[in-house]
């Protein structure tokens, strides 16, 4: 019995970290209609950022939020200089469809050999600011500690500050205009450009959250090669698309759901099938539920 808790606990932990994940897609996917496979790069390059301030002051407090912020600037940045006038110089069947997913594959490898140039062999360490040993129940230690409060903790904060910003806020109801119709938007008098750095700088502080998150629940060091912020990537889009693309509290429902069922299969089934199973997932979301959990036919949902 303490066996399937434990499990369970375990998946809503790494589910919970895939959900970051998938927020930070599903909100550059809400604001400029992209799927942005550079994600995990941008993560990966936060966290470093995070491991340096964390070797500098000792805080973890400190280098969280610096973290955040690096992982906005980057990803604002990529939009700015990289994506924007890609996207000018082509068609609009191009935009939604083929560049952009080819630019940010392509961006995905820039940004792991740069920071292969820069780090080498050289690692980053973040430690837990909190304890990662499991309470303690009827004399049975449960896979459930102060660290994985604060991961839950940190998901739940996001996904309603986030979906408050998209359904009360001007700055909400201007992302979403501006993804959908952009011409009308910019009539409307909306800075359509700035608000969609706006959108890309929000994922890219959500996505370094993730990574930083991912380490401190994993090995707690990173390296230019770290597979797990691939196995990140991956996972938080499969969620993204489970949840419905186009809604965050789907994302964390399909980051949730995914744990939950790789960590089952990854207790009793065994390890070597866990990126399988993703995979298989994601093959059978698309095609009997291709909307997601939350997300509905012709409609779009916060």
Same mark, same amino acid.
């Given at each position: 019995?303490?066996?399937?808790? #434990? ?17 930070? &897609? *599903?909100? *550059? $996917? ?7 496979? +550079?994600?995990?790069?941008? +993560? ?14 000792? /805080?973890? $407090? ?7 912020? +690096?992982?906005?600037?980057? /990803?604002?940045?990529? =939009? ?15 935009? =939604?469809?083929?560049?952009?997913? &080819? ?66 806020? #001007? ?18 008098? *909306? ?8 959108? $890309? ?15 401190? #629940?994993?090995?707690?060091?990173? /390296?230019? =090669? /770290? ?12 969620? +993204?698309?489970?949840?419905?693309? =186009?809604?965050? *509290? ?53």
């Amino acid at each position: 019995m303490f066996q399937f808790i #434990n499990t369970l606990l375990i998946g809503i932990t790494a589910g919970s970290i895939y959900s970051l994940m998938a927020i930070a &897609i *599903v909100l *550059v $996917w809400r604001s400029t209609r992209v799927i942005n496979f +550079a994600q995990g790069g941008l +993560a990966l390059a936060s966290s470093f950022v995070g491991a340096a301030v964390l070797e500098k002051t000792g /805080s973890f $407090w400190v280098s969280l939020p610096i973290a955040m912020i +690096a992982g906005a600037i980057f /990803s604002a940045a990529i =939009e700015f200089f990289f994506l924007r006038p890609l996207l000018k110089r082509s068609g609009e069947k191009e935009q =939604e469809i083929f560049l952009p997913i &080819i630019a940010t594959l392509g961006l995905l490898g820039i940004i792991k050999t740069v920071l292969n140039f820069i780090y080498g062999d050289r690692i980053g360490v973040i430690t837990p600011p909190l304890s990662d040993k499991g309470f303690v129940i009827s004399g049975e230690s449960i896979a459930l500690s102060p660290m994985r409060l604060l991961i839950l903790g940190t998901v739940v904060v996001l996904m309603v500050v986030l979906t408050l910003i998209f359904q009360r806020t #001007n700055l909400g109801l201007s992302l979403r205009a501006s993804s959908f119709a952009p011409e009308i938007s910019r009539l409307a008098g *909306v800075r359509v450009d700035l608000i969609r750095t706006v959108g $890309w700088a929000i994922s890219g502080a959500a996505g370094a959250t993730a990574g930083i998150l991912q380490t401190t #629940n994993g090995s707690g060091s990173i /390296s230019p =090669e /770290s597979f797990e912020f691939s196995l990140l990537l991956v996972f938080g889009f499969v969620a +993204a698309v489970i949840g419905g693309i =186009e809604s965050l *509290v789907g994302a964390v429902l399909g980051g949730l759901t995914l744990g939950i069922i790789l960590s089952i299969i990854l207790m009793y089934v065994g390890g070597s099938l866990v990126f399988f199973a993703a995979f298989l997932i994601l093959i059978l979301v698309l095609l009997l539920r291709p909307q997601g959990i939350i997300g509905a036919k012709g409609g779009r949902r916060a």
